[in-house]
């Protein structure tokens, strides 16, 4: 498990499970607890939705999202398919798809403070 820090917790949980088709793991909004996963990976990495409440974590994810850099990189087998239909689901992307010399990247904001980065590798 890791943990993303948000502006809200019960509105990340919608993002997160509505826009971005991550799976509920956990969901307790009376202690804005929301842990969710990837569907196609229900046992790996869990997303722990975790509330910026406290000025150390409102700092730290204000610092990364100004800097441009995202909190969390996700890995695409097809990056245009998952752009098209992220983006068909009312995702804001920040920057279309661009290749580089590792791949193909794009990047969104999840509306909860946070940049996300989609990357597929070169084949």
């Keep these: 498990m890791t943990s ?7 509105t990340a949980y919608e993002i997160y499970t509505q826009q971005l088709g991550f799976k509920e793991l956990m969901y307790q909004p009376e202690h804005s ?21 406290n000025p150390i974590a409102r700092t730290y994810q204000q610092g990364i999202h100004d800097s441009g850099l995202p909190a969390i990189v996700l890995y ?18 920040r920057q279309d798809p661009v290749e580089n010399e590792y791949g193909k990247t794009a990047i969104f904001s999840d509306g909860c403070g946070n940049l996300i980065q989609i990357h597929q590798q070169r084949s």
């Design 4 to 10: 993303i820090f948000v502006n809200d917790v019960n």
């Design 33 to 53: 607890l929301a842990i969710v996963v990837s569907p196609e990976q229900p046992d790996g990495t869990a997303l722990l939705l975790e509330p910026n409440d």
């Design 76 to 93: 695409s087998d097809d990056l245009d398919r998952d752009f098209e239909a992220l983006r068909s689901n009312g995702v804001s992307f």
